[in-house]
């Protein structure tokens, strides 16, 4: 079984170029992110039109998630267990309050409820449970999208060892855009990033942390090589400069990791007109 993933940065003006990737590629199960579409703008037709079935979770023109699957497609979830909501920060004035005191925090009844947003979906293809993944972008260090990030990947961490201790032998592919660079190799260079997300040392150990609960990243095990980037900024030509980021990658239950015998980057796909700037990640699998 041949298993991609991929962030298509717009799954409605990349449906054909997708479409052409999987027929290319001979490529069976897809898990896409940033398809930035509701349910009911997904281009379903074009895929099934190719003989795949398609689960999507999407709320807005923001995330949106999908497996798309010609070796069939079960037990579809939408979010894993616990996932965390993203609730912006209320504002704290800063200048002096109506009675010449230091401003108030909001009472803790005024914040905004977490809103649960479409960053995973998980379903069961060819007897591998394939999970597409959009980690939280982070923004800043002193955003709360970062504390939102962190708190999404302990979470995703700590959902991911109960389904290794339920069943050791399950094979379980946590696939996606992790907007992590675990190495330092993984951005072209580290200056632009000093003191920036991504590269920080809690991303890191977050990432890390699903070595520690059983999972096998494989595509680092397949390629190791040093600047082997999956994005570029479409800013900047940052593409031709080979200015790029390692960004998405693909941990796999120690049963999976197994049938892993190779991994490619597909550099191609980031040429030509109407590219997403990010690349495939292709895991080829043996036996069942």
Not at 122 to 130: D, E, I, Q, S
Not at 207 to 232: C, K, M, N
Not at 259 to 275: F, L, N, S
Request: net charge negative.
């Amino acid at each position: 079984m041949r298993l991609a993933t991929w962030n298509v940065n717009s799954v409605r003006a990349r449906a054909d170029r997708v479409v052409a990737f999987l027929e290319r590629s001979g490529t069976d199960v897809l898990a896409i992110q940033e398809t930035k579409c509701r349910d009911d703008q997904f281009p379903y037709l074009a895929f099934e039109a190719a003989g795949y079935e398609v689960a999507h979770v999407g709320f807005s023109q923001w995330n949106g998630v999908a497996v798309i699957s010609r070796v069939g497609i079960d037990d579809v979830e939408l979010a894993f267990a616990g996932q965390p909501g993203f609730a912006k920060a209320p504002a704290v004035a800063s200048g002096p309050g109506v009675d010449g005191g230091a401003g108030q925090a909001p009472a803790a009844e005024d914040a905004p409820d977490p809103v649960h947003e479409a960053r995973a979906l998980g379903a069961t293809c060819g007897g591998v449970r394939v999970w597409s993944l959009y980690v939280p972008n982070g923004r800043a260090l002193d955003d709360p999208h970062y504390t939102y990030k962190l708190a999404w990947l302990d979470a995703l961490r700590a959902q991911a060892t109960r389904w290794l201790g339920e069943d050791p032998a399950a094979q379980v592919a946590l696939v996606g855009d992790w907007n992590v660079a675990p190495l330092d190799t993984d951005v072209w260079d580290m200056a632009p990033f000093d003191g920036a997300t991504h590269v920080s040392a809690p991303e890191r150990a977050a990432f890390a942390a699903f070595a520690d609960a059983g999972y096998r990243e494989v595509s680092r095990e397949h390629l190791p090589a040093e600047h082997t980037y999956t994005f570029w900024d479409y800013k900047q030509l940052a593409f031709p400069k080979n200015k790029g980021m390692r960004i998405d990658f693909a941990w796999a239950s120690p049963a999976l990791a197994e049938r892993v015998t190779g991994v490619t980057i597909d550099r191609e796909e980031r040429k030509g007109k109407g590219a997403s700037d990010h690349v495939p990640v292709i895991l080829d699998l043996d036996g069942d």
